[in-house]
């Protein structure tokens, strides 16, 4: 059984799908949730589901906190979800090739520090793209620039607001992020 940690520093839509979707899987298992917002709801909806969270400080990245708390975990896949935080390179560098990220649009556009949630999908909205989608990629040193592991397109050129866009991204997250992840733990087998 593989396991799975998840950061998130949000709601916690796309972490609580993630756990129901491994919650009865003989591939993985969500182990815990670590979190830097103690006011997130991610940490409401990891307690309901007696996945167990780990809150940390920015300065636990720093002191490297976070990283011997992984490091005890040894967990095989980490998964940013809707995480707002830079990862520390110490952390990088150590689980290189096992932090995967989710990215609200097409990579490269509208990637980069400060391109996160609403942000994007404002961005997407102003720009009057035609399409958008999500990107699920590698973590590495800068901001959504790691490898692309899947990318999911959908026609956004009938909507009337940034919300409109939002919601049908969500609806690309809720479908596939589970997919993707549990196809990419096959294939480390």
Known sequence: MKDIVIFASGSGTNAENLILHFRNSDIA??????????????IQKSDALQVPVF??????????????????????LIVLAGFLLKFPDDIVREYAGKIINIHPALLPKYGGKGMYG?????????????????????????????GLIFQQKVDVSRCASADDIAAKIHGLEQKYFPKVIELLLNKEE
């Open 55 to 76: 809150i940390f400080s920015k300065d636990a990245f720093a002191d490297h906190t976070v990283l011997n708390e992984l490091n005890a975990m040894k967990p095989d």
């Open 29 to 42: 298992r969500v182990s815990r949730v670590f979190c830097n917002n103690p006011k997130a709801g991610v």
């Open 118 to 146: 609403m942000h994007v999908h404002q961005a997407v909205y102003d720009n009057q793209e035609l399409e958008t989608g999500i990107s699920v990629h590698y973590v590495n040193e800068h901001y959504d620039e790691g």
